[in-house]
């Protein structure tokens, strides 16, 4: 083709149309046949070493601590983990393009949510683009929560809600209690064209994650999404709990006695000032009504104790997986997916480790840090929900009364 053009051009009358046409469709002929023979390079040369000198090539050679400490979960819980998602997140490789495997996906989604690192950042130790690692985590993220959300996190029955309020009278002896309820601002960037909606009473920009725990620091139920603006009591009284509570929904069990006691008392949430007073939601007594009652103080110190537990549990969440140690610079939908396949995974693991994380005790004071508490909420509240609180604070300094409580109360605790 190329000697055919030359030849065109020695034996061709320029000043002729037809002779000049000729010549360009020659030449336009011959261009286009050079570009097919083109082999085309789909991509770099050090994207191509992803198999040989890749990170999650290199974590084959870690020891057990350091494969535990590097995916936040051992390699006996990777591998349970990775045989119930890996069906969702299982696609053919093309021709051009070789498969990314199951478990190089999930380790790509675990590294992430153990370091916090960029998209990009990941993408080159990973060596894979940062576009890619960004379907990864939203791909890995939803398989997650859609295969062990079942079982982990499950919607919880009246039973469930009986298991969970003797766990709190056993371990932390507040009887009737069904969950430790909080919400905190996870910070986010500020999403495009959004205004002041995710603008916060911190200056930053935030969604909220509004959880119940459990008496072993495991989520109960998340809710997640609220814009960060809403700082009061509208976060929760807009949530899914506070309309299921509303509505009697929630399969709480009926009110019955309680050991020892006088009085049917409900099941009860507890949560801190941020929450108004409800019959199912207990929150303390107000400083103004403690200073000099002694009653009083005890009350808030006994749901002060059951209520620590979903502190420790967003301490525990937030020093296992750096992720929420950075604001998320993500879209507002992966941050959701993120985030419920977070609590979902430490549920897993609060049941499956056979031992007692060390890291559990060490991180529960590093809260203050990283999710930001809800404000205060001045709501009004129901004259019943100040009957069934009263019935609680007689019934801790009757028959419900532990020995260690006065010495705690003289030690300023409550």
């Given at each position: 083709?190329?000697?055919?053009?030359?030849?065109?051009?020695?034996d061709t009358?320029l000043?002729?149309d037809?002779?000049l046409?000729?010549?360009?469709?020659?030449?336009?002929l011959y261009?286009?046949?050079k570009?097919?023979?083109k082999k085309r390079i789909?991509?770099?040369?050090?994207?191509r070493k992803?198999e040989?000198?890749g990170e999650?090539?290199?974590?084959?050679e870690?020891s057990d601590?350091?494969?535990?400490?590097y995916?936040?979960?051992?390699?006996m819980?990777?591998e349970?983990?990775h045989?119930t998602?890996?069906?969702?997140?299982y696609?053919?490789?093309?021709?051009?393009?070789?498969?990314i495997?199951t478990?190089?996906?999930?380790a790509?989604?675990l590294?992430y949510l153990a370091?916090?690192?960029?998209?990009?950042s990941i993408g080159?130790s990973?060596?894979?683009g940062?576009r890619?690692?960004?379907?990864i985590?939203?791909?890995?993220?939803?398989a997650i929560?859609e295969?062990l959300?079942?079982t982990?996190?499950p919607?919880?029955?009246e039973?469930?809600?009986k298991?969970?309020?003797?766990?709190?009278?056993?371990?932390?002896?507040?009887?009737?209690?069904?969950?430790s309820i909080d919400?905190k601002?996870?910070?986010?960037?500020k999403p495009?064209?959004s205004g002041s909606s995710?603008f916060n009473?911190k200056?930053?920009?935030?969604?909220v994650l509004m959880?119940t725990v459990?008496?072993?620091?495991?989520?109960?139920t998340?809710?997640?999404?609220?814009?960060?603006?809403?700082s009061?009591?509208?976060?929760?009284?807009?949530s899914?709990?506070?309309?299921k509570?509303?509505n009697?929904t929630?399969?709480?069990p009926e009110p019955?006695?309680?050991?020892?006691?006088?009085k049917?008392?409900?099941y009860v949430?507890v949560?801190?000032e941020?929450f108004?007073?409800?019959e199912?939601?207990?929150?303390?007594y107000p400083?103004?009504?403690?200073?000099a009652n002694?009653e009083?103080?005890?009350?808030n110190?006994r749901?002060?104790?059951?209520?620590q537990?979903?502190?420790?549990?967003?301490?525990?969440l937030?020093g296992?997986?750096?992720?929420?140690?950075?604001p998320?610079?993500?879209?507002?939908a992966?941050?959701?997916?993120?985030?419920?396949a977070a609590?979902?995974?430490?549920n897993y693991l609060r049941?499956?480790s056979?031992?007692?994380?060390?890291?559990?005790i060490?991180?529960?004071?590093l809260?203050?840090?990283q999710l930001?508490?809800?404000?205060?909420?001045n709501?009004?509240?129901?004259?019943?929900?100040f009957?069934?609180r009263?019935?609680y604070?007689h019934?801790?300094?009757?028959?419900?009364?532990?020995?260690?409580?006065?010495d705690s109360?003289?030690?300023g605790k409550y």
């Amino acid at each position: 083709m190329q000697y055919f053009t030359i030849c065109a051009m020695e034996d061709t009358d320029l000043s002729s149309d037809s002779d000049l046409d000729a010549l360009i469709n020659c030449t336009l002929l011959y261009a286009a046949t050079k570009f097919k023979r083109k082999k085309r390079i789909w991509k770099s040369s050090y994207l191509r070493k992803r198999e040989t000198h890749g990170e999650f090539r290199l974590t084959s050679e870690f020891s057990d601590d350091q494969f535990t400490n590097y995916f936040r979960m051992n390699r006996m819980q990777f591998e349970e983990v990775h045989n119930t998602i890996q069906n969702k997140i299982y696609h053919e490789g093309s021709r051009a393009h070789k498969e990314i495997t199951t478990k190089e996906k999930l380790a790509v989604f675990l590294r992430y949510l153990a370091s916090g690192n960029s998209y990009k950042s990941i993408g080159y130790s990973y060596r894979l683009g940062d576009r890619t690692v960004s379907k990864i985590v939203n791909e890995v993220s939803a398989a997650i929560w859609e295969c062990l959300q079942q079982t982990f996190l499950p919607d919880p029955t009246e039973e469930l809600w009986k298991q969970i309020a003797k766990e709190f009278e056993q371990r932390w002896q507040f009887p009737h209690c069904v969950g430790s309820i909080d919400g905190k601002h996870i910070v986010v960037k500020k999403p495009a064209k959004s205004g002041s909606s995710y603008f916060n009473y911190k200056h930053t920009c935030s969604i909220v994650l509004m959880a119940t725990v459990d008496a072993n620091y495991k989520f109960i139920t998340v809710d997640i999404g609220s814009m960060g603006r809403f700082s009061d009591g509208n976060i929760f009284s807009s949530s899914i709990l506070y309309k299921k509570i509303q509505n009697k929904t929630l399969k709480l069990p009926e009110p019955d006695m309680i050991s020892g006691g006088e009085k049917e008392l409900p099941y009860v949430f507890v949560g801190d000032e941020a929450f108004p007073l409800l019959e199912n939601l207990m929150r303390p007594y107000p400083k103004r009504k403690v200073t000099a009652n002694y009653e009083n103080k005890v009350f808030n110190y006994r749901l002060s104790r059951a209520r620590q537990t979903v502190e420790c549990a967003f301490g525990i969440l937030a020093g296992r997986f750096h992720v929420f140690r950075k604001p998320f610079e993500i879209k507002l939908a992966s941050v959701d997916n993120v985030v419920k396949a977070a609590c979902v995974l430490h549920n897993y693991l609060r049941m499956t480790s056979t031992a007692t994380n060390v890291e559990d005790i060490a991180d529960e004071e590093l809260l203050s840090d990283q999710l930001t508490s809800i404000r205060y909420n001045n709501s009004r509240n129901s004259r019943n929900a100040f009957l069934v609180r009263e019935n609680y604070t007689h019934y801790f300094n009757t028959t419900g009364a532990v020995q260690w409580q006065r010495d705690s109360i003289l030690r300023g605790k409550y």
